[in-house]
C-alpha cells in the first residue's frame, strides 16, 4: 500500500528545499568563506552607518526637533529593505534550472529570496539599534509595535514590487532597465528624507498617495511617539501590497512556462 504523503511530509520538503536554496543562494552572492556568510548581515550595517555619519555631519546632531541619528536610521533602513527586496528582475530566469528538482518550484525561489533578504536586513537593523542604544546616540524607540508594523508593510510592499519585478522582467529588457531609475525617482518623495509633519498642507495631500510612506510614518511615530505628529494609513499600504503582490502572481502564472521554454 503506498504511503499518501501528510501535511507534515510536505512541509518538511519544503523547510529541505528553502535550506538548500538559502545556502545556495549565499555561497553564489558571497563565496564559501565564514565572512561571506557573515556579509549577509554586516553589509546593511556597513551601509547604515555611512549613511547616518553623513547625516550627523551635514545636519548636526538635529533636525525639526528630530535625532538626526534616529532620523537617519528609520530612512536609511527601510528604503534598504525596499530596494533589495523589490529589485528581483531575472530572478525567475536565473532559477530556472533549479526545477529539473521534483520538490522545487519557481515560486520557491522567489520566497527564499524574500525570506533571506528579509531576515538579514531585519537582524541589521536590529544589531545597529543595540549598538546605538549602547553608545547613546539615540533615543530609546517608544512603540515597538507601530515599529514593526512598519517594518512589515515595507516587507509586503517590497515583496509584491519583487514579485511583479521578477514576472515582467521575462517578458521584456525594458523592465530589467526601469527598475533602478524608479527607485530614484521615488527616492525623494518616499518618505525617507523627511516627514509629512514638515510639509505644507496642500503637499501633505499629495505625498499621502505614496504607498511607502506610510510604513515610513508608522516606524517614525513609534520610535518618537505622540509628540511628533504623524499621518499613516496603515490600511491604505496594505491595500497597495496586497494589489502588487496579486498582481505580481498573475504576471507570474503568464509567464512561468514561458521561463521554462527558454
Not at 95 to 122: M, N
Amino acid at each position: 500500500m503506498s504511503h499518501q504523503p501528510t501535511l507534515r511530509d510536505a512541509l518538511s520538503v519544503k523547510q529541505r528545499v528553502y535550506q538548500a536554496l538559502i545556502v545556495r543562494y549565499l555561497v553564489g552572492r558571497y563565496g564559501r568563506g565564514n565572512i561571506g556568510f557573515l556579509w549577509v548581515v554586516a553589509e546593511p550595517m556597513l551601509f547604515c552607518g555611512g549613511v547616518m555619519l553623513v547625516w550627523t555631519i551635514t545636519k548636526g546632531s538635529a533636525t525639526h526637533g528630530i535625532n538626526v541619528v534616529a532620523l537617519a536610521y528609520t530612512g536609511y533602513l527601510p528604503l534598504l529593505l525596499w530596494r533589495h527586496l523589490s529589485s528581483m528582475q531575472h530572478l525567475l530566469r536565473g532559477s530556472k534550472h533549479l526545477t529539473i528538482f521534483r520538490d522545487i518550484h519557481l515560486l520557491d525561489a522567489v520566497f527564499t529570496r524574500f525570506l533571506l533578504d528579509f531576515v538579514s536586513i531585519s537582524a541589521s537593523a536590529l544589531i545597529v539599534y543595540l549598538v546605538l542604544q549602547a553608545a547613546g546616540s539615540m533615543p530609546e524607540a517608544h512603540d515597538w509595535s507601530d515599529i514593526l508594523h512598519g517594518w512589515f508593510l515595507m516587507g509586503g510592499l517590497g515583496f509584491g514590487a519583487g514579485l511583479l519585478t521578477a514576472a515582467l522582467s521575462e517578458l521584456s529588457e525594458i523592465v530589467e532597465k526601469l527598475v533602478g531609475p524608479v527607485q530614484y525617482f521615488l527616492l525623494p518623495f518616499c518618505g525617507c528624507f523627511y516627514m509629512v509633519t514638515w510639509l505644507p498642507d496642500p503637499a501633505k495631500d499629495v505625498v499621502w498617495y505614496i504607498p511607502l510612506l506610510h510604513s515610513y510614518e508608522l516606524i517614525r511615530g513609534g520610535f518618537f511617539g505622540p509628540e511628533i505628529p504623524t499621518y499613516a494609513t496603515p490600511a491604505y499600504g496594505w491595500a497597495w501590497a496586497l494589489a502588487l503582490t496579486g498582481l505580481g502572481f498573475a504576471v507570474f502564472r503568464l509567464v512561468e512556462d514561458h521561463v521554462g521554454q527558454k
